[in-house]
């Protein structure tokens, strides 16, 4: 009888053993975003440059949106709010260009840490984590971003993307 509850117990001891496993490996991380040192703050010349490429691509989807161009320090250089655009795209656009321009890569990649529930960034009231903040590069620095609001969050980023391009 001794004999059988002690195989009972380890029997029993083994199950609750195997039962346990190792705990999953969190996920990797996503690469870091490429962060390109400061320039010299965008011009007004390649601003109007980066504004007009905006309104081109908003209009060529049928898209009423607001843009800000700020340079480096996230200050405003230019702006543009094409007729009908809602009232709160002016400060969201703006916004969206301050934070790409003051951390040097686009806001989609803190819309993308959110979503992937790294949340730290809505702890920071510099950082909008919602796509339509693109930094302006040129030879390698940042010289500036653009702020795109008024469609969905990836319209505004391809917005953004195409007008930032426009100084390249």
């Known amino acids: 009888m001794r004999l059988a509850v002690i195989a009972a117990c380890a029997a029993l001891f083994a ?20 962060i390109y040192p400061y320039g010299a703050p965008v011009l007004q010349e ?25 340079e480096p320090s996230g200050e405003l250089v230019a702006f543009q709010k094409m007729d009908g ?5 002016i400060e969201v656009s703006q916004l969206k260009a301050r934070s790409a321009a ?8 803190f819309a993308d840490g959110v979503a992937a529930g ?3 960034a809505l702890d920071i009231d510099a ?5 339509g903040g693109v930094p302006i590069v040129l030879a390698g620095k940042t ?17 953004g993307r195409a007008a930032a391009a426009a100084v390249q």
């Open 118 to 120: 790294r949340l730290g």
């Open 127 to 131: 950082i909008v984590a919602v796509e």
């Open 102 to 109: 003051r951390f040097g890569r686009e806001t989609k990649v």
């Open 46 to 70: 390649q601003a109007r440059k980066v504004l007009a490429a905006a309104e081109a691509e908003a209009r060529k989807n049928g898209w009423v949106m607001s843009f800000a161009v700020v």
């Open 15 to 34: 199950t609750a053993a195997s039962a346990q496993t190792s705990p999953a490996a969190p996920a990797a991380a996503p690469a870091p975003p490429t």
């Open 143 to 159: 010289i500036g971003a653009i702020g795109v609001s008024g469609a969905t969050a990836a319209q505004d980023g391809q917005v």
């Open 85 to 89: 655009a809602g009232y709160g795209s």
